[in-house]
């Protein structure tokens, strides 16, 4: 045990060593582009005595409902996303998943207010964040947090809180493509490693701007846009995390898969799910729990945040009846590992789209999620050859890279969509190019893509050369909930 928290720790040195190269800088001009709107808190500054009538208001009803969505996204992940994976793998590993996605929730909880939110949500340059609040350093119960209102504003500390659970659960969703077959101390330290290279800096690179109060003129909206992240600089639009979360564990999951191997007797034994009740509650509670992942990026408790939770509604109900349909059509029954995995199809592809989009661009993502995600995990992934245990590349991959092309897609006004905000004019935009915004969402995907799996690459391979990533033979065979935990989910 000494050995391996030693580990951890010195994974965490390695990783905060790294951030050091991103250091605060003043913002510099830059060329005029529109304000796309996605979350982020402004950092908290101290107000002149002259200026005091200025300041942002916080209301209690949305620092309320910010708590409740915190508390749901927390939901989505201790218990939800553990048990919607624990159901699906062999009796013999119930425990180890279940494991692995609780204990990654606290490392990165841990490491989240230690320097996380530092070099997610601070001004750094356009990639990563600075070191100016490790530890949470000057962040108070007084500090402010932005919201996509002038002049509204939330306590700070809920944005960190909100924003810890969405790392959280993004590390946590990686465990799936590698279940049944990774040691417990590899997975613990890949997620520091992982998130500290690849999760922070791709927040920081989507959400992170100073906040619509910083906009005044033309004049300001370059300067803030030269401070903001590079992927907002450029536009892209993603209100929940299409890119910062799905694709970019999806991506991850899938370089883990390829790197560790499949599991012993993978295409030759038969591996279903040991328990799909365990399953079907897991995924309903990921439903639940998503309520508060997309309409609390709205960080308010507006008309946006009621499209966004209806949205979450009716993308997620077409997804399901999509993927039921084709599973019917190519296998003459539809199956409740089906449903669920639809209904997580859907909910992945309307995330980036959610406060976007109308009802709509909602049913066409969701249909369009249940028949990609069916097809990305029984065709892509024997295309790839991956053993991607529970389809994480296949469901949260393909149908995150889904949603944020077709996001750009249904944004449009002409669509129903919302366009995009203009902070200096204060109205939406009258210029929206559709091919404009796939264009910049493409980039977004792309960018995703290529630094997660570089990331991930990276960091397996280093874990694999000192303290390995795979159980011994003998111990994957006997099951890991025996083998690394030294207990059983069923007794017999």
Request: hydrophobic content about 55%; proline content about 3%; charged content about 10%.
């Amino acid at each position: 045990m000494k050995r391996f928290l030693a580990l951890i720790l010195l994974a965490a040195g390695i990783s905060l060593a790294g951030t050091t190269l991103a250091q605060d800088k003043p913002a510099a001009p830059a060329a005029d582009t529109p304000a796309a709107a996605a979350p982020a808190a402004a950092e908290a500054k101290p107000a002149a005595p002259a200026a005091e009538a200025a300041k942002p208001k916080v209301d209690k009803g949305d620092t309320t409902w910010m708590m409740v969505a915190t508390a749901l996204v927390i939901l989505m992940t201790i218990p939800g996303l553990a048990l919607f994976y624990g159901g699906m793998v062999r009796a013999k590993n119930t425990l180890s998943v279940l494991m692995q996605v609780f204990v990654t929730f606290c490392v990165i909880a841990v490491v989240w207010v230690v320097y996380g939110y530092s070099i997610a949500f601070t001004g750094g340059n356009a990639f990563f964040g600075g070191l100016s609040k490790l530890f949470l350093s000057g962040v108070t119960g007084d500090s402010l947090g932005a919201t996509f209102s002038k002049g509204v504003a939330i306590p700070e500390l809920v944005f960190v809180a909100f924003q810890l659970t969405f790392a959280a659960i993004t590390c946590g969703l990686i465990v799936g493509a590698f279940a049944e077959r990774i040691k417990f101390s590899a997975v613990l330290v890949f997620a520091v490693l992982w998130f500290t290279f690849a999760y922070a800096p791709m927040a920081h690179m989507v959400w992170y701007w100073d906040g619509p109060d910083a906009i005044t003129d033309a004049k300001s909206l370059d300067a803030v846009t030269a401070a903001a992240g590079w992927l907002w600089q450029k536009g892209a639009l993603d209100f929940a995390g299409g890119t910062v979360v799905h694709i970019n564990a999806g991506v991850a999951g899938l370089v883990g898969a390829w790197v560790i191997g499949k599991r012993i007797g993978y295409g030759k034994e038969a591996m279903p799910p040991h328990n799909l009740p365990l399953t079907m509650i897991g995924a309903c509670m990921l439903w639940v729990g998503w309520f508060g992942f997309n309409a609390g990026s709205n960080l308010e408790a507006t008309g946006t945040a009621a499209i966004a939770f209806l949205n979450t509604i009716v993308a997620t109900a077409a997804a399901v009846l999509s993927w039921l349909l084709v599973e019917s059509l190519a296998r003459s029954k539809g199956s409740a590992l089906g449903a669920a995995s639809g209904a997580v199809a859907g909910l992945v592809a309307i995330t980036p789209a959610c406060g976007f989009v109308g009802v709509v661009g909602a049913l066409v993502i969701g249909l369009a999620a249940g028949v990609a995600g069916f097809w990305g995990v029984n065709g892509l992934k024997k295309l790839l050859g991956a053993d991607d245990s529970l389809d994480v590349f296949g469901v949260h991959g393909v149908c995150g890279i889904v949603g944020a092309l077709l996001t750009g897609v249904f944004a449009a006004p002409s669509l129903g969509g919302s366009g995009i905000y203009d902070y200096v004019a204060n109205k939406v935009s009258p210029d929206y190019s559709i091919w404009g915004q796939l264009v910049t969402q493409a980039t977004a995907v792309a960018t995703t893509v290529v630094w997660s799996a570089v990331v991930a690459f990276i960091a397996f391979k280093l874990i694999q050369m000192t303290i390995g990533l795979r159980v011994a033979e003998e111990e994957e065979r006997e099951g890991l909930d025996t083998s690394s935990h030294g207990e059983a989910a069923y007794r017999m």
